[in-house]
């Protein structure tokens, strides 16, 4: 019985030490009893990977009609970029096109906390709204070139969050609902400021249902990327010397509504570096706004919008993004207003419609005095939409009206009529943009 009971023993031991052997992750404990040999396996609990890597984004395709040539301010653009109207055409009119350009993905790792229990985090962003690819005659419509939005690293701790990098100004916490113009929101040249630059961002947040966030950010101020000292090759926006600054205000009550109210100060050199400020020139030039909005989420109805005024906001994509020419000495400023609203009526969790209308009105006198040539812009945006799981449909219709400073918009929108009283129908551009979307989220 001795021997049976020790080569039984040298038995458990090796066929112990092999399944130890074979999976490293489990312990093996054996224990000898007067009446039987029980094996107990403690498995051990994987530690978590120390980065954690996410990547997230949609594809977008657009199917669009248009019977007018759409622009981004004065610069012509279509599909879903397109968002006011350049030029109308009296015979001939119908384009119908096809857009993937707002396409976009979004990679962030995630790393070990770090000074004192931060969370850091690395996030870089991409859509397809770069220039042409190819030299112009390689197909370069279909062959689009990424473009950097938003590229910056988070640290994160419980309340508070600091992001040093490219980011989204905080004068657009929310955009127009929309599935084929997301990247250019319907509510731009209509209502809506903003865009991105790099710099330094603080968010601190206070409260848990009823919450409170006061954000700011230090930026590197920005003014039209042409409009660059010629022997230095600068914009005029780092020339000054001096960043942008911005602070926002925001209360959320839970996710029912929400509300925000925020600034933008930066300051331009139009003559560039080694040149003293004119003052009676007005080389130097402020950009200064203020916005508010808000908005009601009750599920099945849906209120959101915002207004902005200010002076000089075309950094911001405000006064229809017409920047102060370099010829013009004699205007102080470009004044303006802004705003957009939006319903939407969530039907079902797949079935829902909205309406945004918006407008960009900037001073009509400081537009006649600085002889540029549109003096304010309106878009509405009609859209229904069908969203199952990450897949979504929207079909939309968004009408444009653009008033332009000239005698006869509809045929040559570069003759300037420098008095109020050139202004006629003949001087309204009008267009729609018919627009089939599907885009798939991940």
Avoid: C
Avoid at 260 to 279: F, L
Avoid at 296 to 314: E, H, P, R, S
């Amino acid at each position: 019985m001795r021997i049976k009971a020790l080569f039984s023993l040298a038995v458990l031991g090796y066929a112990g030490l092999a399944l130890a052997q074979a999976t490293p992750a489990q312990n093996v404990v054996v224990e000898e009893r007067k009446s039987e040999t029980v094996t107990v396996v403690v498995k051990e609990t994987p530690k978590p990977p120390a980065f954690v890597f996410e990547l997230h984004g949609f594809t977008s395709v657009s199917m669009y009609v248009q019977d007018a040539n759409f622009a981004v301010g004065t610069t012509p653009a279509t599909g879903q970029q397109g968002l006011n109207i350049i030029r109308n055409w009296t015979t001939d009119k119908l384009l119908l096109g096809a857009d993937i350009r707002q396409t976009r993905l979004n990679f962030s790792v995630r790393g070990p906390e770090i000074l004192g229990g931060a969370t850091p985090k690395a996030v870089v962003e991409f859509d397809m709204f770069g220039p042409a690819g190819g030299d112009g005659g390689s197909f370069g419509d279909v062959s689009v070139l990424p473009r950097i939005r938003i590229a910056y690293t988070e640290l994160k701790w419980a309340n508070t969050t600091l992001i040093f990098g490219q980011q989204n100004m905080l004068t657009i916490p929310s955009i127009p609902q929309s599935v084929g113009h997301i990247a250019f929101p319907t509510a731009y040249t209509a209502g809506l400021v903003g865009w991105r630059q790099p710099g330094i961002w603080g968010y601190h947040t206070m409260g848990s249902d009823t919450k409170f966030e006061f954000a700011w950010s230090i930026q590197r101020a920005g003014w039209q990327n042409t409009q660059v000292n010629a022997a230095e090759g600068l914009n005029f926006g780092v020339a000054s010397g001096l960043p942008a600054f911005e602070a926002r205000g925001r209360l959320t009550f839970g996710k029912a509504f929400d509300i925000w109210i925020s600034g933008h100060w930066q300051q331009v050199d139009r003559n560039g570096p080694g040149v003293v400020e004119n003052k009676a020139l007005h080389s130097t030039l402020t950009t200064a706004l203020g916005t508010v909005g808000m908005k009601l989420d009750t599920g099945f109805l849906v209120l959101q919008g915002g207004a902005w005024w200010g002076k000089n906001a075309a950094p911001l994509l405000g006064n229809v993004v017409q920047f102060m020419p370099l010829t013009v000495t004699n205007v102080p400023q470009i004044f303006g207003a802004g705003a957009w609203g939006q319903i939407g009526l969530n039907f079902s969790k797949e079935f829902s419609i909205w309406y945004m209308y918006g407008i960009d009105h900037p001073n009509y006198a400081d537009v006649f005095a600085a002889g540029l040539n549109i003096m304010r812009n309106q878009n509405s945006d009609a859209m229904v939409r069908y969203q199952t799981g990450n897949f979504a449909i929207g079909a939309e219709w968004l009408y444009s009206r653009t008033t332009w400073n000239t005698a006869n918009a509809a045929s040559n929108p570069a003759v300037s009529t420098p008095a109020l009283v050139g202004l006629n129908t003949d001087n309204v551009l009008k267009g729609s943009q018919y627009m089939l979307s599907f885009n798939y989220y991940f």
